[in-house]
C-alpha cells in the first residue's frame, strides 16, 4: 500500500468471522447467503456445508463502510435468520475462524519490481464483490512461478524488464472481472434493506447459472448476451447494471 502512495487513506478492508458448527439437521445441498441492514449492514452472511452434519456460519462487513461488531452479528446469525432458526438453534459449534482481506482497486498496487513479484491478497487478486481470495491467489502465485521461472533462464535482462509478462498476463485474463468485480463491490457496500429488496427481486427472476457467474464475478461480454438472450426484461430493468459491466459501458 505503501509503494502504491496509499498511505495516509483509510484503506477498505473486508473482515469476516465464522464458527463450524455441528448441525445434522442443516441441508448440506443448501448454501446461503444472507444479506440486510440487522444481519450484516455492508455485508453479508452466510452458511456453507462442509458434510457430515457440519457447517460454516459467518459474517463480514467492509471497512469503513461498516461499523458493525462481526462478533456481534454472527453471535445473532442464527436468531435473525429463520432458516438456520429452524436448523441450527442447537448446533454444537466445533472451530472458529477470521479472516482480514484487503478491497483495494485492482492495480493499486505494483505487481512487480527489482526481483519482486506480489500475488495473492497483498496484490489486490481478490473478488472485492464477494471478499474471496483463495482461487484468485492460487492463480496469481501459478503465473507469478511461471514468469519467475522464464525470467531466470533469460540471464542478463534486468528483473523488473524479465517480471514485467506478470502483471500483463493478469491483466488480459482477470483485470476485467477484477475491475467490474470492485465497481460492484462499492455500490454493493452501500446498500440498505430497500436497495436489497430491489436487487434480490430482480436476481430471484435469473437462471442459477447466471446467479453464479454474476456471483463469481463472470461478468463477461458472454455474461451479458446470456442475460439479454434469456431475460431481456431484467437486463433493460434492474439488470443493466450487469449488462453495462460485463460489456465495459
Do not use: K, N
Amino acid at each position: 500500500a505503501r509503494a502504491a502512495g496509499l498511505r495516509g487513506t483509510a484503506p477498505r478492508t473486508a473482515v469476516g468471522l465464522e464458527v463450524e458448527v455441528v448441525a445434522p439437521a442443516y441441508d448440506q445441498r443448501e448454501a446461503l447467503l444472507v444479506v440486510g441492514d440487522e444481519v450484516a449492514p455492508g455485508g453479508y452472511g452466510w452458511a456453507f456445508p462442509r458434510g457430515e452434519g457440519r457447517v460454516r456460519l459467518g459474517v463480514g462487513v467492509v471497512r469503513p463502510d461498516s461499523d458493525a461488531d462481526v462478533a456481534d452479528l454472527l453471535a445473532h446469525l442464527v436468531a435473525r435468520v429463520p432458516a438456520l432458526r429452524e436448523t441450527c438453534a442447537a448446533a454444537q459449534p466445533l472451530e472458529t475462524h477470521s479472516g482480514v482481506m484487503p478491497a483495494f482497486a485492482h492495480a493499486a498496487v505494483p505487481a512487480v519490481a527489482d526481483g519482486v513479484v506480489v500475488v495473492g491478497d497483498a496484490a489486490g487478486h481478490g473478488s472485492t464483490l464477494l471478499g474471496e481470495g483463495i482461487r484468485f491467489a492460487m492463480a496469481s502465485g501459478r503465473l507469478a512461478g511461471e514468469v519467475a521461472g522464464a525470467a531466470l533462464a533469460a540471464p542478463g535482462t534486468p528483473a523488473a524488464q524479465a517480471l514485467s509478462d506478470y502483471p500483463e498476463r493478469w491483466e488480459r485474463t482477470y483485470g476485467r472481472q477484477m475491475r467490474i468485480g470492485y465497481a460492484l463491490h462499492t455500490r454493493v457496500c452501500a446498500y440498505r434493506d430497500p436497495d436489497w429488496h430491489r436487487a434480490l427481486s430482480a436476481v430471484a427472476q435469473m437462471s442459477p447459472g447466471l446467479v453464479m457467474s454474476a456471483l463469481a464475478g463472470d461478468l463477461t461480454p458472454a455474461f451479458a448476451a446470456r442475460l439479454l438472450l434469456r431475460h431481456p426484461l431484467l437486463a433493460a430493468g434492474e439488470g443493466r447494471r450487469f449488462v453495462r459491466a460485463a460489456i465495459g459501458s
